[in-house]
């Protein structure tokens, strides 16, 4: 049996993520913070005004057919490159194209897939197009574009941040993929279990093209040969079966979830959070983080936030890293967790970070001034000449005597408040 008898030609390879692409705004799922009824983009869109955007989000958002969607609906011509496979040919010959068609008086989107893998060259190769109108840029980033994208390119577009897709979207995802399979596939019958869309969803971390190709392998794999139904059996997607094809949960934890867990890490240390800051610990090191970089994060917490109130968190969190780097994982972990108790539980001062960057800052800001002549350095022949470390008293000899040892510009200043 023909498994793609009642399917085109043309669909018989092509992934059910494709084929259940939105075709419209209407049909976009997931994403109403962007696209709602009074939502600025969706503003922008009713009145016809085409804009360079950075679309920000995790993988499977929903980033390329927001792209597409917004040139059908301005009728543009739509050009998509890949910022891992183009290059500056490929650039050039996009460029060439645009001119070609805004003599016809048609718009082109040109669109870059992980944009954030261009180089600042490339990046800054860009920016004469968008601003004379050649084009305009639609880049797609699961990265922080702030980190990852010039700034020259940032202010001449739009970043909006697209979030996870929500659970109750993703499970209407899901439903219409079965849904399309039985349809297409009738001579492939196959129940579908709750169990199963459920844990579909669970598992898909509002990510629509990974729970649409767990659909479709699922639904494949629970028909099999068909000879269950030749032995009076039926074809069944039951949770067993989603557990058994993913094998695992398998966690996003990307760039990102990489700096967005050590943030929590370190303020649930700070907020004195113990079961916070171990969750967060454990989910660091169960997605493969490198415990020397959380050990790092914990000294300078036990630094930053507990500084002299408690000296032993940062003899204790430096004791950490030298077990982590002795031992490393599994047995490091123990360590982790026994210096990140101590962290989180023990008292808390911010006097030490507060007092440096508040003199660094006045310093940047122009309070840079020179040590009185008496504190300069006497060490060499000509010191004494310029009347350098003249009046200076040696503190363990006269303990008592009150010297100066600000600037005079600021020696009444004061950065331990």
Request: with cysteine; charged share 25%.
């Amino acid at each position: 049996m023909n498994l793609f008898d009642n399917l085109e030609e043309n669909n018989k390879q092509t992934p059910l993520a494709a084929l259940l692409r939105p075709k419209n705004l209407d049909e976009f799922l997931g994403q109403t913070n962007v696209i709602s009824e009074n939502s600025p983009i969706n503003n922008l869109l009713k009145a016809s005004r085409l804009f360079s955007l950075i679309l920000w989000g995790p993988p499977g958002c929903g980033k390329t057919t927001l792209a597409r969607l917004i040139a059908n609906h301005h009728s543009a011509n739509f050009l998509e490159l890949s910022a891992v496979t183009s290059g500056v040919k490929d650039v050039k010959d996009a460029v060439l194209n645009a001119k070609e068609n805004l003599r016809s008086g048609i718009r082109t989107i040109l669109f870059i897939d992980e944009i954030h893998r261009y180089s600042k060259t490339q990046q800054d190769a860009l920016l004469p197009h968008i601003e004379n109108g050649t084009f305009h840029l639609i880049g797609s980033t699961t990265e922080n574009p702030s980190f990852q994208v010039v700034p020259a390119l940032l202010s001449r577009a739009q970043v909006v941040m697209l979030n996870r897709i929500d659970e109750n979207s993703i499970k209407k995802i899901v439903e219409k993929g079965f849904n399309y399979l039985k349809e297409h596939y009738t001579n492939m019958p196959v129940i579908i279990e709750d169990e199963a869309i459920n844990a579909i969803v669970e598992l898909s971390f509002g990510d629509a093209r990974y729970a649409l190709n767990t659909v479709e392998n699922s639904y494949f794999a629970a028909y099999g040969d068909g000879k269950m139904l030749q032995n009076g059996k039926n074809a069944v997607v039951n949770k067993k079966i989603i557990e058994d094809l993913l094998q695992k949960n398998t966690t996003r934890y990307d760039r990102q979830g990489h700096y967005d867990c050590l943030s929590a890490y370190q303020k649930s240390l700070r907020g004195s959070d113990p079961d916070a800051a171990i969750y967060y610990l454990a989910k660091m090191l169960s997605n493969g983080e490198d415990p020397r970089t959380i050990a790092r994060r914990l000294i300078v917490c036990a630094s930053e936030d507990v500084g002299n109130a408690d000296f032993r968190a940062f003899l204790i969190a430096e004791a950490a890293l030298k077990a982590v780097e002795t031992l490393g994982m599994p047995e490091c972990r123990i360590a982790l967790a026994q210096a990140t108790e101590f962290v989180a539980r023990t008292k808390k001062s911010n006097r030490a970070i507060m007092a440096i960057d508040e003199a660094m800052n006045d310093i940047r800001n122009g309070l840079d001034f020179p040590p009185p002549m008496h504190l300069r350095d006497a060490h060499y022949k000509d010191a004494k000449k310029y009347g350098f470390g003249e009046g200076y008293v040696y503190t363990h000899n006269n303990p008592e005597y009150k010297q100066q040892f600000m600037p005079d510009e600021l020696k009444d200043k004061k950065y331990f408040h």
